[in-house]
């Protein structure tokens, strides 16, 4: 049975002197989240959206957020600050950069928001065995974190299906997959037959060039609904 699809626009990709149109137009077209990448220029060798950022986009919208950190050691200052978001929305940290997970993860639900945890493409997904409990969602990075406009990394796509069955086999078949890296029209329809249930959309989809944003999210559901 397919599993119903999530859609999660990329913030990042928005023109930002715009955004709160774009913002607009993204939840007029029924997006599910949206996708906010926080990043610390030493987990990730970039820096994008803030935590200031996300409070200012949670005041116009009623769209869950979904918001990726990207930043090394995020319990000590990074989760604190996103203290404004609700029940509804996501908060991911990173396998490799929190120096606890579960005391990362377990910070988050104290917040009162949905744990997730994301994994770099080189991380196994054996890690997670031990902190299954403690997410409502797994990221699998596509692509190297920290840059939109990335090639897909094949053996993914193997990861998502692996991550899958590893799920549905521990009795956490309601633990969401999230996909993020060059999402692209034809990379989503390998990553939907894989079992992933959210998609990060940006350069690759949503935010193309030829299309409006309205006409590339439906253009999206179509694929994730199928
Ligand atoms: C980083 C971002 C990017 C990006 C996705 O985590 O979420 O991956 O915006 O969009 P693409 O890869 O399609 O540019
Ligand atoms: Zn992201």
């Not at 993204?26 to 409070?55: R, W």
């Not at 309601?174 to 990060?200: C, R, T």
């Not at 030829?210 to 590339?216: D, F, Q, R, S």
């Amino acid at each position: 049975m397919m599993r119903k699809g999530y859609i999660a626009p990329s913030l990042m990709c928005v023109d930002l002197m715009n955004a709160q149109r774009d913002i607009e137009a993204l939840e007029a077209v029924g997006s599910d989240y949206l996708h906010i990448d926080v990043m610390d220029n030493h987990f990730v060798p970039n820096i994008t959206l803030s935590t200031d950022f996300a409070k200012a986009v949670k005041a116009i919208t009623r769209v869950p957020l979904d918001v990726h950190l990207m930043v090394e050691d995020p319990a000590r200052i990074t989760i604190p600050q996103l203290s404004f978001l609700g029940p509804e929305d996501f908060i991911s940290v990173h396998y490799e950069a929190a120096l606890h997970p579960l005391r990362a993860l377990s910070a988050i639900r104290q917040l009162g928001c949905r744990p997730a945890v994301a994994i770099n493409p080189a991380t196994p997904i054996c890690v997670l065995e031990d902190i299954l409990d403690d997410v409502e969602m797994v990221l699998v990075m596509t692509v190297n974190p920290g840059f939109a406009g990335q090639k897909l990394i094949p053996a993914t796509l193997n990861k998502i299906a692996r991550l899958r069955r590893m799920l549905d086999e521990a009795g956490h078949g309601d633990v969401l997959i999230e996909v993020d890296g060059n999402v692209s029209f034809e990379n989503a329809v390998k990553m939907h037959a894989a079992g992933a249930d959210v998609y990060v959309a940006g350069s690759s989809s949503v935010f193309a060039p030829g299309a409006t944003l309205e006409e590339n999210v439906r253009r999206f559901r179509a694929i994730i609904d199928n």
